[in-house]
């Protein structure tokens, strides 16, 4: 059995998609008279309203961002000069420390010390060195004597003395 309506429908389906006629109405009248409005049971100024409210509410919060935004780039550009001046003295203070040690500067803080430069050029002559090969590294050996001479060396001191008078 086919009844009216599914005959209706399959004239639709076989006529293709229907162009929606546009509304003369404005586009927050349409809003306002959407299924959700008219299930909440508000008047027509009313969503109209709520529809005013929520786009208030979106303004505010674009321009709360924004001017967050525009902070921030203030902050950054102020932090950018700050940067640059604090570089701007960390080479400053590098060139001072450079210049402090210069040959000029070295000159001027000996001469102030009392020191002078030699103009005169002078060779060192020739010393002969004398070292003994066979000599023994390290300290002194400890002396090899009877243990009554080394107690007396240590009470009465010059314990070379009273070796060399011992032996």
Known sequence: MVTTRILTRRRLIAAGPTRRRRSSRPLWADIAASPAARRLQLSTFARVYAAAGVVLVLAIAYLVVAAQATQSSYDLTRLK????????????LRYTMAAQHT???????????????????KYVSYQPVALDLGASLGPDRPAQGPLWQQALAA?????????????
């Open 155 to 167: 009470v009465f001191g010059g314990a070379r003395d009273v070796l060399a008078a011992g032996s």
């Open 103 to 121: 040959p000029a500067r070295v000159e001027q803080e000996a001469a102030a010390a009392g020191l002078q430069r030699s103009s005169q050029l």
């Open 81 to 92: 000069e700050q940067n640059a001046q604090l570089r701007a003295e960390q080479d400053q």
